[in-house]
């Protein structure tokens, strides 16, 4: 019998798809860690890029630096985090209130907090205060029935 040694690469975008035989996977591993790009436009970064900048593109924004109010989001933010105060941000509250303005220019975009969403009306909650009413007088109505039923 004879055994051919046959590894199969494919790359696909940043991706390398190794297929390997049951003989390579019998031998002792030959792989080398390689040191991280940080130029790599596919590596994944946290907010805080390795050189300090900050990462617009990072998926913990939600979307903020690119929205309508992108610009006052990027000000705001890259004031706090470059901010040498004693108190962090303490000299950037123009650019939060700026940040602040735009937001409340695009409600359906930047909800406020306060706000219920349309699930919460009070007409929801008055009507669960009439089911619990209900409920209340209906067990009532039951105890009152067995009290009745005992005595007899």
């Known amino acids: 019998m004879i055994y051919l040694k046959y590894s199969l690469f494919h790359t696909t975008g940043k991706d390398t798809i190794i297929f390997v035989t049951k003989e390579d996977h019998a031998a002792p591993s030959t792989a080398e ?4 790009d940080p130029n790599d436009p596919f590596e994944e970064r ?3 890029l390795p050189n300090g900048e900050i ?25 706090f ?10 000299d950037c509250l123009e650019q939060f209130r700026s940040m ?4 409340q220019r695009y409600p359906e975009l930047y909800p406020q907090e306060d706000e219920k969403s349309p699930s919460e009306t009070p007409k929801d909650s008055e009507s669960t205060d009439a089911l619990d009413e ?19």
């Not at 985090?81 to 303490?90: A, D, R």
């Not at 602040?100 to 937001?103: A, D, G, K, R």
């Not at 209900?134 to 007899?152: F, V, Y």
């Open 33 to 36: 860690l390689v040191e991280e």
């Open 46 to 48: 946290g907010l805080i």
């Open 55 to 79: 990462n617009w593109n990072c998926p913990c924004l939600g979307g903020m630096a690119s929205g309508p109010c992108g610009t006052e989001f990027k000000d705001a933010f890259s004031c």
């Open 81 to 90: 985090h470059y901010s040498k105060e004693e108190v962090k941000g303490s």
């Open 100 to 103: 602040q303005e735009c937001m």
């Open 134 to 152: 209900n409920s209340t007088s209906a067990s009532d109505q039951d105890s009152d029935t067995k009290q009745a039923n005992t005595e007899s």
